[in-house]
């Protein structure tokens, strides 16, 4: 019996165990958004630290100039082990609607599911779940051999959720110590249930918030209509035409860069069966609303968006009020593919409102994040491991695929540490990440547990 | 001494108790638009009808589907006197945004103006100040004669300020009770502080909420956006085109039965002197943001208008989250001029959104009231009396405006009861009616009452 198999079998004895320590974490609403909920952010930090130090890490809680980030290393076996760094964070998105939730999104609810038991919460998959499994195969590893297979240093943050803003002058502060083989992140989705994947390729992101201001008080529309500006009108009248009829984005010079998928990447994006209409029919919806001429799966990973996050402005109550507001605003992101420059992306924006509002509008733009989207080779040594080790835990090859998502910190650590990043994540596309009634599978959570024990016998050469 | 100067006098004897009247009724929150003060609406209708049941009023709180009417009659002198009937409301507006008021909007606050000492409250003017001036000069008339000049019906609603919905079915019902010679109401302004007016055109008004469901639950913006239907995109896409770029409204057969205003008319208007750049200086903007080929006074009384008074949808809490929001939505406003049919209009306001929206967006209409535009023939022996009354006030004409508000009641009162309405009213341009810091000049209050003590004198054969 290999020492991967009896950790495998060490993981089945104290599943339980594992599965308590991931509840545990959830009960803590680290949401990074919100200020009221910085203490939180630093329990979940605090608990992360402890776990790692527990099972032999050196665990430290190191401060940014928002939440802190874990930092902890463990030094392996010596010798040609490799150096992974895991990334994940411990932050989660807000969980407003709250009316909309069926459990309250901070006291895990375990109920039977299609596939077994599920654990709704928020953070359940995202990315607390996802991390409580390499967590997980690093403490299991722990209990079966007394060290870990391979030199291990495992980062934590806690504002992935609000742009990683703090993240990269922490990670360029903290080069030496960040140095490592290779980047693990455990923060992405499979192809389906049965069918493991690795994501080769991640959207950027860049999220501006748009305030318009017009009058210096609310105004009563009789007095003042058909003369007065009206902030909505005007903010509606312009983020109304971010696309044209056929789904192109306006905002100037936002295609270039942008390049038309490969044959070879079409045929193998085609080969995964794609059902966009059951992907929509699940959500509610019968067609798809981006670009016209484009695939499914090329408009989800290979293609721009820009998408209004929120609204806001005037009398949302019951009933009426005959106000013309004095401001309005809105929170507008734009999902980037690899060749798009962010910042000539939210440059694009800022001329784009500035030439559809009038001169009485006065326009102020908060930029929270910008990310360019990333292609990953896929064949480095680390990636062939990864997909040798989710074949092996799941009896069928590993799917290659995009990912419409934005991980910024995976280009941080691509540019600023020279390392490629391997992204296997055991999320499904029903877990309503960033919406009410977030859960996670715990059939999932078992084998991405399994899966990260396997893989970290594989490099560190365990047969 | 005329009775009228008598009058007066002990107006001005007892002027601070009237004050304290005005005050205490504006103590009571009465929103109508909010479930929450329907006790408070009551409240106050109880407190109108005190205050006439005091002063030989037969005074009744009658029941509504809504909010309650008061009613109140007094028989007069008997013989030629004219029967008048009094409207006014006792609900007022929402006094959101509450951060924005510099005194608590239920308590009233006494400060000293330019103008003398002004009062700060919601509803200070609009309608629980201005119809506190015609109870004022009943009372002033009962202490000084022990009866009334005129016989008298008082009419106060509770649901003006969220489209009337249940004052028309009341008027058709109690038609017999309600008979007049004229309808007498004070909710409309003066030209300036020293000029006192008459308005003789209203704009109507059609409001309606749009809501815009799209997925059946939140969606993460990477997982869904270039495929999934966003709300907010499709709800600012279709309110967006609500003008073109000469501020015409885009609704289908909006302008139907608009007329231009005549050459007399425009003349009297220009006579005015209007200075909308000072107009739109003092809140702050510079240009006029409604259609570009109208004059000032013509765009605010005699232009019809489409503002959107609110929306929302999505997150708009601090920082960012990306989600796509299941649903979106809109209040808007369309203020009509006569000619314009409202159910035509909302009927079109339906179409217009239709066809933007893709077929996925389910749309919802709510529409929370319609009234149409109005104009007052200005010959009547009413009118004339109410112009001579001002003018022996101020000593100055009383000048013959429009109004840009909307008083659906007044084409309730005219349709229904057959009565002309005279519309004599003592607010000013920068009340902030319907906003934060509401407030009534004294000296508006005392002139207020003063004019309707006259009024009440002329009409009942004082010389």
């Known amino acids: 019996m290999s020492a991967t198999e009896?950790?495998?079998?060490?993981?089945?004895?104290?599943?339980?165990?594992?599965?308590?320590?991931?509840?545990?974490?959830?009960?803590?609403?680290?949401?990074?958004a919100q200020p009221q909920h910085a203490a939180d952010c630093r329990a979940a930090a605090e608990y992360a630290r402890t776990q790692l130090a527990e099972i032999g890490f050196t665990a430290e809680v190191r401060e940014t100039?928002?939440?802190?980030?874990?930092?902890?290393?463990?030094?392996?076996?010596?010798?040609?082990?490799?150096?992974?760094?895991?990334?994940?964070?411990?932050?989660?998105?807000?969980?407003?609607?709250?009316?909309?939730?069926?459990?309250?999104?901070?006291?895990?609810?375990?109920?039977?599911?299609?596939h077994g038991k599920r654990v709704y919460a928020r953070g359940a998959v995202d990315d607390k779940g996802?991390?409580?499994?390499?967590?997980?195969?690093?403490?299991?590893?722990?209990?079966?051999?007394?060290?870990?297979?391979?030199?291990?240093?495992?980062?934590?943050?806690?504002?992935?959720?609000?742009?990683?803003?703090?993240?990269?002058?922490?990670?360029i502060a903290n080069k030496r110590e960040l140095a490592a083989d290779v980047a693990i992140i455990t923060d992405t989705g499979m192809w389906d249930i049965d069918t493991p994947a690795i994501s080769t390729s991640l959207r950027g992101m860049v999220y501006v918030q748009v305030d318009l201001k017009a009058a210096n008080r609310d105004l009563h529309s009789g007095m003042y209509g058909g003369s007065a500006l009206n902030p909505i009108n005007a903010l509606t009248h312009a983020l109304g035409q971010l696309k044209?009829?056929?789904?192109?984005?306006?905002?100037?010079?936002?295609?270039?860069?942008?390049k038309?998928?490969?044959?070879?990447?079409?045929?193998?994006?085609?080969?995964?069966?794609?059902?966009?209409?059951?992907?929509?029919?699940?959500?509610?919806?019968?067609?798809?609303?981006?670009?016209?001429?484009?695939g499914g799966l090329e408009r989800l990973w290979a293609r721009p968006t820009a998408d209004i996050n929120g609204i806001w402005g005037g009398y949302s109550g019951p009933g009426t009020k005959t106000v013309i507001a004095a401001?309005?605003?809105?929170?507008?992101?734009?999902r980037l593919v690899p060749g798009q420059d962010p910042k000539q992306v939210a440059e694009g924006f800022k001329q784009f409102m500035r030439a559809r509002v009038p001169a009485d509008a006065k326009l102020e733009f908060t930029v929270f994040g910008e990310g360019a989207g990333l292609e990953i080779p896929t064949d480095s040594r680390f990636m062939q491991a990864a997909a040798t080790a989710l074949a092996d835990e799941y009896g069928r090859p590993a799917v290659m695929i995009g990912c419409?998502?934005?991980?910024?910190?995976?280009?941080?650590?691509?540019?600023?540490?020279?390392?490629?990043?391997v992204l296997l994540g055991f999320g499904l596309d029903d877990d309503q990440v960033h919406s009410?009634?977030?859960?996670?599978?715990?059939?999932?959570?078992?084998?991405?547990?399994?899966?990260?024990?396997?893989?970290?016998?594989k490099l560190g050469g365990d047969r």
Chains 1, 2 share one sequence.
């Open 404 to 421: 419409g998502g934005s991980i910024p910190v995976v280009e941080t650590l691509h540019h600023e540490l020279g390392l490629d990043c």
């Open 65 to 114: 100039a928002g939440h802190p980030v874990v930092l902890a290393q463990h030094p392996g076996p010596g010798g040609a082990a490799p150096h992974l760094l895991y990334y994940g964070h411990y932050d989660v998105q807000p969980a407003d609607p709250l009316e909309l939730w069926k459990s309250p999104p901070f006291e895990p609810h375990i109920v039977d599911g299609p």
């Open 244 to 258: 044209d009829e056929r789904g192109r984005i306006q905002v100037p010079r936002f295609y270039e860069g942008v």
């Open 6 to 32: 009896k950790v495998l079998a060490r993981i089945e004895t104290n599943f339980d165990k594992h599965q308590q320590r991931w509840l545990d974490w959830l009960r803590i609403p680290s949401i990074s």
């Open 130 to 171: 996802q991390s409580a499994t390499w967590l997980g195969a690093f403490r299991a590893w722990y209990e079966e051999t007394g060290g870990l297979p391979c030199r291990i240093t495992a980062l934590l943050e806690g504002e992935e959720e609000t742009g990683s803003i703090n993240f990269k002058p922490f990670v």
């Open 327 to 334: 401001q309005a605003g809105a929170k507008v992101s734009f």
């Open 260 to 294: 038309d998928i490969s044959t070879r990447q079409a045929n193998q994006w085609a080969s995964l069966g794609f059902d966009e209409r059951k992907f929509l029919g699940d959500i509610g919806l019968s067609e798809p609303y981006g670009e016209k001429e484009r």
């Open 436 to 457: 009410p009634n977030e859960k996670f599978e715990v059939t999932c959570f078992r084998h991405g547990l399994r899966s990260h024990a396997r893989l970290l016998g």
